[in-house]
């Protein structure tokens, strides 16, 4: 019903810059009324939460990416970005784009959708 497809991902040094995206589509998908997150996976660890916008624009941030990183969302495309500055190694991981269908959430099991990830590779 809903697809979320990520883009972005790469190799990239420590301090350099990265910008993620994910493009919502699917029939009945109302992406102003959903709030949009990400979040990260490393391997041999669980998933963790990194920002998420509500549909009224207000943002929320894990404390290890606040300061470095920037969510938006561009209502006519359907598309929420993820800004990545000063990247340090820690954050390498898959990065995963999520709906719900709230005005916000900070937590997964809140996310109706998930995106399939892409990978940011950050070197020392």
């Known amino acids: 019903q809903v697809q979320l497809v990520e883009s972005g991902g790469g190799l990239v040094q420590a301090g350099g810059s990265l910008r993620l995206s994910c493009a919502a589509s699917?029939?009945?998908?109302?992406?102003?009324?959903?709030?949009m997150g990400w979040f990260r996976q490393a391997p041999g660890k669980e998933r963790e939460f990194v920002t998420a916008?509500?549909?009224?624009?207000?943002?929320n941030y894990a404390d290890s990416v606040k300061g470095r990183f920037t969510i938006s969302r561009d209502y006519a495309k359907k598309t929420v970005y993820l800004q990545m500055n000063s990247l340090k190694p820690e954050d390498t991981a898959v990065y995963y784009c999520?709906?719900?269908?709230?005005?916000?959430?900070?937590?997964?099991?809140?996310?109706?959708?998930w995106g399939q990830g892409t990978q940011v590779t950050v070197s020392a």
């Open positions: 999520a709906a719900a269908f709230l005005k916000s959430a900070n937590w997964a099991e809140k996310y109706d959708y």
């Open positions: 699917g029939r009945s998908f109302s992406f102003s009324a959903y709030a």
């Open positions: 916008i509500g549909w009224d624009g207000t943002a």
